[in-house]
């Protein structure tokens, strides 16, 4: 627990975030955000307006270091790194998943437009759709991978022998991309 901490939007967000990599998803509550940060629940609802706001906010921070880049990316390039992000975090596909799916989501569109433009092709209709179906690849294959790999560490199985997760994601990823006349 924090203590005399300056409550912002920021120290919100990293509180949940250090939640959300110790215990998941599930026990990240804005009840165990306050008692984490040492103030009341009531505080954190100055700052965000409920938990949908704090998950949006939090899908933010862990895709900013795939989306912000000046370099331009291959669709390759792109879902590698926005699989990397998501791998960092545990429970990250999961909630990013969940940011996205929000109707007034800025931040799927900006997702799709980065693989839409990395896309680059002439049909507009194309690329939207393509965009949109490389970034469901992304989160499913990613959220099926960190489900997989909390699985074997609460029970203690290893994972499946066949392929490597990072093997085969490279694979669809080509696979959808030939597909839209890309590979």
Do not use: C
């Not at 939090?58 to 291959?74: E, F, G, K, N, V």
């Amino acid at each position: 627990m924090l203590v005399d901490v300056q409550l912002s939007r920021d120290t919100i967000v990293t509180a949940a975030m250090e939640i959300l990599d110790s215990y998941g998803l599930a026990d990240m509550t804005m009840r165990r955000v306050a008692t984490h940060l040492g103030v009341a629940p009531g505080a954190l609802y100055w700052h965000l307006a409920n938990k949908q706001q704090l998950i949006a906010a939090i899908a933010d921070r862990i895709l900013a270091p795939a989306l912000d880049t000046t370099d331009p990316a291959s669709p390759e390039e792109l879902a590698d790194r926005l699989r990397t992000a998501l791998l960092a975090h545990r429970d990250g596909a999961e909630l990013v998943s969940a940011a996205l799916s929000q109707p007034d989501s800025e931040t799927r569109g900006d997702v799709e437009k980065q693989l839409s433009d990395a896309l680059a092709l002439d049909d507009a209709d194309v690329s939207r759709v393509g965009a949109a179906a490389l970034l469901h690849l992304v989160l499913g294959a990613t959220t099926l991978e960190q489900s997989h790999r909390q699985y074997a560490a609460d029970t203690g199985t290893p994972a499946p022998p066949t392929g490597t997760p990072a093997e085969d994601f490279r694979r669809g990823v080509s696979y959808l991309l030939h597909g839209l006349g890309r590979g």
